[in-house]
């Protein structure tokens, strides 16, 4: 297993053999082809107050977060839910909120609307739509990707195809519609939520080396 130290590295080397190479877009054949990767830093599901206040003065302390959510899906036409996970990737490791176990939202908002902290990650403002309402907050700093993504002139705006031309791994979504609301998250559902902020924190810093 990989040191958090040694992971950076790695991904940097990769980024920057991508960027010598100046590939601006890979296909879904290119994609599948290449090798699944996913975090294995340190993870904090929190599903409680006292974790959620823990694990927000801990994110606080962040210049930059990876940002994302996750839903229950619905199949049927007419049904929606609210979202179950909140993730932020932070240097330290991958924070999960399990909003609907966690009775007082007010600090985890007050880090949501800090200027300060940038929250980075894939259709934000569809997100930032649902999120508020299970979770009300103002938001501010979320960068959108896919838009650093355009500005460099990288033709792929998705989590998959930005993982794929930066890193040259791929990002598993088997598990992309599951029971998020469920009570107790099972171990494969843990990685995928932390691996998709932790991946959207990467791609910011990696896009900021073509965009500034």
């Given at each position: 297993?990989?040191?958090?130290?040694?992971?950076?590295?790695?991904?940097?080397?990769?980024?920057?053999?991508?960027?010598?190479?100046?590939?601006?877009?890979?296909?879904?054949?290119?994609?599948?082809?290449?090798?699944?990767?996913?975090?294995?830093?340190?993870?904090?599901?929190?599903?409680?107050?006292?974790?959620?206040r823990a694990a927000v003065r801990s994110l606080g302390r962040e210049k930059v977060l990876g940002f994302d959510t996750e839903t229950r899906p619905a199949f049927y036409k007419g049904i929606s839910y609210l979202p179950s996970l909140l993730q932020l990737a932070a240097g330290d490791g991958v924070y999960i909120f399990q909003i609907g176990r966690i009775d007082s939202h007010k600090p985890l908002a007050g880090i949501l609307a800090d200027h300060n902290v940038v929250k980075a990650g894939i259709s934000v403002s569809e997100d930032i739509k649902k999120l508020k309402d299970a979770l009300p907050f103002e938001p501010s700093r979320f960068i959108e990707l896919a838009g650093m993504a355009a500005k460099a002139g990288i033709k792929n705006a998705g989590i998959r195809g930005l993982a794929a031309l930066l890193f040259g791994f791929r990002i598993s979504k088997s598990t992309q519609c599951s029971r998020w609301d469920a009570p107790t998250l099972a171990h494969a559902q843990?990685?995928?939520?932390?691996?998709?902020?932790?991946?959207?924190?990467?791609?910011?810093?990696?896009?900021?080396?073509?965009?500034?």
């Open positions: 297993m990989l040191l958090a130290q040694d992971r950076k590295c790695t991904l940097k080397k990769v980024s920057r053999l991508i960027f010598e190479k100046h590939r601006h877009s890979i296909s879904k054949k290119e994609i599948s082809a290449l090798p699944i990767k996913h975090y294995t830093g340190p993870i904090h599901v929190i599903d409680s107050d006292e974790k959620m843990i990685v995928y939520a932390a691996t998709d902020a932790w991946i959207c924190r990467e791609i910011y810093f990696a896009l900021k080396k073509w965009v500034g």
